[in-house]
């Protein structure tokens, strides 16, 4: 008898600079896990996976910012994200004065 295998679990953050924190914005396990990963293929989204991460997110309800203490985990993946896809371009834009 083989074991059961995990069962898969997805979690898509939104966030723009004018949002504050990281938002929770899709969630779910099994075919609702699969729906958001194919979705996120489809339109270009780079898809992590990270099983830490992902079971601290599911704590966090949908439409509800990332909380604090998961800052640092989400910006340093939100940093590579850009350095990846920017990999042309300098390590960080310019810094805007007001």
């Known amino acids: 008898m083989t074991p059961p295998t995990p069962q898969q679990v997805a979690v898509a ?20 896990a699969q729906a958001i990963i194919e ?3 489809q339109n270009g ?4 996976e990270s099983a830490d991460l992902v079971g601290l997110l599911m704590q966090v309800e949908l439409d509800e910012q990332i ?7 989400v910006a340093e993946l939100l940093a590579w994200l850009y ?16």
């Open 45 to 48: 989204v780079y898809v992590h």
């Open 39 to 41: 979705r996120a293929k």
């Open 13 to 32: 953050l939104a966030y723009g600079q004018s949002t504050g924190a990281p938002k929770v914005v899709a969630k779910g396990r099994g075919l609702i």
């Open 67 to 73: 909380p604090p203490q998961l800052y640092l985990a």
């Open 83 to 98: 350095r990846l896809e920017h990999e042309e371009s300098p390590a960080f834009p310019p810094i805007k004065q007001p």
